[in-house]
């Protein structure tokens, strides 16, 4: 089996000191970015738009936040009618953690899909989730500018009016999974085709290996 090089414990400690310097530096770079990206502009959205909440409600923008100022919403993959599940929006969904800390911040996390209320509960209960998945009208994803992929939305309420503030989908997303995150701290990382890894090394094409939860053979 192809493996890092075994060294002594002074040895690994001077090559792990060495990497430690580069991790700080990119730590700083990410609180520059997040920095500017707590001075992105805002677009004012229209207070116009319904959905449907998990316990078949109708409710408006600014009760998505549930009485808080600032919403996080993940984009699920879910359209009506579709008759597949995207493994990539189950498994990230797989990685949100309780949000009492959220909460303490005055900050909301649901999912969102345009999908209706029955579909997204067939899913919801067969995966065991408990975060909040509202189904969305098309002109909401419409204003937003959305498609049938995937995202994040970061929201800012201020009384009646609601802001969106922030965007990311593709790998902006991706480096939010904490088994992602976890995976690239390990000998092999996340075993893809695509990660710079030592000739020998276990891969697989990208995202290849991915399961809905319920489909692993372990």
Not at 70 to 95: E, K
Not at 102 to 112: G, H, P, Q, S
Not at 135 to 146: I, T
Not at 187 to 205: L, N
């Amino acid at each position: 089996m192809a493996r890092p090089t075994v060294v002594s414990p002074w040895e690994w400690q001077a090559a792990r000191d060495e990497l430690l310097v580069k991790e700080k530096e990119l730590t700083h770079a990410l609180d520059a970015l997040a920095a500017e990206r707590r001075r992105l502009p805002m677009v004012r959205l229209s207070a116009d738009h319904a959905f449907t909440a998990p316990d078949g409600s109708v409710v408006g923008l600014t009760d998505l936040f549930a009485g808080r100022r600032q919403l996080v919403v993940y984009h699920h993959m879910l359209a009506p009618g579709q008759d597949w599940l995207c493994s990539g929006c189950c498994s990230f969904t797989d990685n949100l953690a309780d949000q009492t800390h959220l909460n303490a911040r005055d900050t909301t996390l649901i999912l969102m899909s345009r999908a209706p209320r029955d579909e997204i509960a067939a899913v919801r209960d067969r995966m065991g989730w408990t975060v909040p998945w509202y189904s969305a009208g098309q002109a909401f994803y419409d204003e937003l500018g959305l498609g049938d992929g995937f995202g994040l939305s970061v929201f800012l309420r201020d009384g009646d009016e609601v802001f969106r503030s922030y965007f990311t989908t593709a790998r902006g997303v991706d480096r939010l999974r904490l088994d992602f995150n976890l995976l690239d701290l390990t000998p092999y990382g996340r075993q893809e085709q695509w990660e710079d890894s030592p000739d020998g090394w276990p891969q697989t094409p990208t995202m290849a290996w991915l399961r809905l939860r319920d489909e692993y053979e372990v």
